[in-house]
Nanobody
Framework: QVQLVESGGGLVQPGGSLRLSCAAS????????MGWYRQAPGKERESVAI???????NYKDSVKGRFTISRDNAKNTVSLLLNNLEPEDTAVYYC????????????WGQGTQVTVSS
């Protein structure tokens, strides 16, 4: 089992920045990819940014150049730096970890609200 705890959400004006953090505990040795997903009201949950254990990254097209994902394997943390935020970025952001052989197991954090509004 892996437990994920997020922090860092909040209210920010358009063009502003936030940093989200996620700390993993439990069977962290088994974690492969980690990432951030988001879900806006009335919409499906979508992938925002993924980072592998080796540091390879993959971003949703609309956040490329604005968001940066990073990971510290020694501390079992993953972070997401959100720059130049837009109202369309408003959503609940969830930390995700895939673990086990073939990433068979998937774990989620409780979510943190990001609201971009003037």
């Amino acid at each position: 089992q892996v437990q994920l705890v997020e922090s860092g959400g909040g209210l920010v004006q358009p063009g502003g920045s936030l940093r989200l953090s996620c700390a993993a505990s439990g069977s962290t040795y088994s974690i492969n990819d980690m990432g951030w997903y988001r879900q806006a009201p009335g919409k499906e949950r979508e992938s925002v940014a993924i980072i592998s254990r080796s540091g390879s990254t993959n971003y949703k097209d609309s956040v490329k150049g604005r968001f940066t994902i990073s990971r510290d394997n020694a501390k079992n943390t993953v972070s997401l730096l959100l720059n130049n935020l837009e109202p369309e970025d408003t959503a609940v952001y969830y930390c995700n970890a895939k673990a086990g052989l073939g990433s068979l197991y998937e774990f989620w954090g409780q979510g943190t609200q990001v609201t971009v509004s003037s």
